[in-house]
């Protein structure tokens, strides 16, 4: 089964990392679902939105997140964002 390896991070910590099978945030241009297997991508987070995460293993997780950007490649997902708590 394919995975996606997910980092969170904010300006004062890690707030999570680990495995999922889905992720999905609002970027600047709308929402953006990720699978494993996406396009190499790199976007710029919305002012204000949310992030899901649904990890290999547990219930889904969500959060408010402020500004920032992600990116993807290879199955790795790393969204920096000023402000996240999961």
Same mark, same amino acid.
């Given at each position: *089964? !394919?995975? $996606?390896?997910? =980092?969170?991070?904010?300006?004062?910590?890690? +707030?999570?990392?680990?495995?999922? @099978?889905?992720?999905?945030?609002?970027?600047?241009?709308?929402?953006?679902?990720?699978?494993?297997?996406?396009?190499?991508? *790199? !976007?710029? $987070?919305?002012? =204000?939105?949310?992030?899901?995460?649904?990890? +290999?293993?547990?219930?889904?997780? @969500?959060?408010?997140?402020?500004?920032?950007?992600?990116?993807?490649?290879?199955?790795?997902?790393?969204?920096?964002?000023?402000? !996240?708590?999961?």
């Amino acid at each position: *089964m !394919a995975v $996606l390896n997910v =980092e969170v991070v904010s300006r004062e910590s890690v +707030v999570w990392r680990g495995q999922a @099978s889905y992720v999905r945030a609002r970027t600047a241009d709308g929402e953006m679902g990720i699978l494993p297997g996406h396009v190499p991508t *790199m !976007a710029l $987070l919305a002012e =204000e939105g949310e992030l899901v995460i649904d990890p +290999v293993e547990g219930e889904r997780m @969500s959060t408010r997140l402020q500004e920032g950007f992600l990116t993807v490649s290879n199955d790795r997902v790393t969204i920096a964002t000023k402000t !996240a708590e999961i």
